[in-house]
């Protein structure tokens, strides 16, 4: 089985960077991938795999909406609208300073909404335990669509 794929959408490569050390730290076994505006990951995520491409999905998201202009309300609406992108976890993950919780980007399909930790060593656990957590969904969800072989 290959690793799982989790996908952030983050201007700030330091976010990135801290996220990628407590994957390793943590011996997480999985791909971190990066975008640093939603418009390019919607292009690979829904429109390559309209155009033929067979990317594999992202596991879940993370999704900094304090970067884009809609709030992240127009990529989390994209990827509930894509047929095989709509079941992938997306976390909003806002910088702290960024406004109350949205509720419309609950209501449009996010799974979950964590603003960062101010500190690095808060921001590693929080990022750690969110991705542990839907990590163990989507395993859990595998396991129950996977047809058990019987002799």
Known sequence: MKPPIILMIESNGEAVEL???????SNFHCVLQWYDEADAAINRLLYARRDGGNGELPA??????GMMENN????ILAMKAGRATRAVPI?????????PALPELIEAGASEYLLKP?????YIKVFLECAQHWGKRRRSRAARET???SS
């Open 118 to 122: 101010a500190s690095a060593d808060a």
């Open 60 to 65: 879940m998201i993370f999704l900094d909406p």
């Open 72 to 75: 992240g309300l127009d990529f």
């Open 91 to 99: 976390v909003v993950f806002p910088d702290p300073d960024y406004p």
């Open 19 to 25: 996220a990628r050390f407590a994957l390793w730290r």
């Open 147 to 149: 047809p058990s072989s």
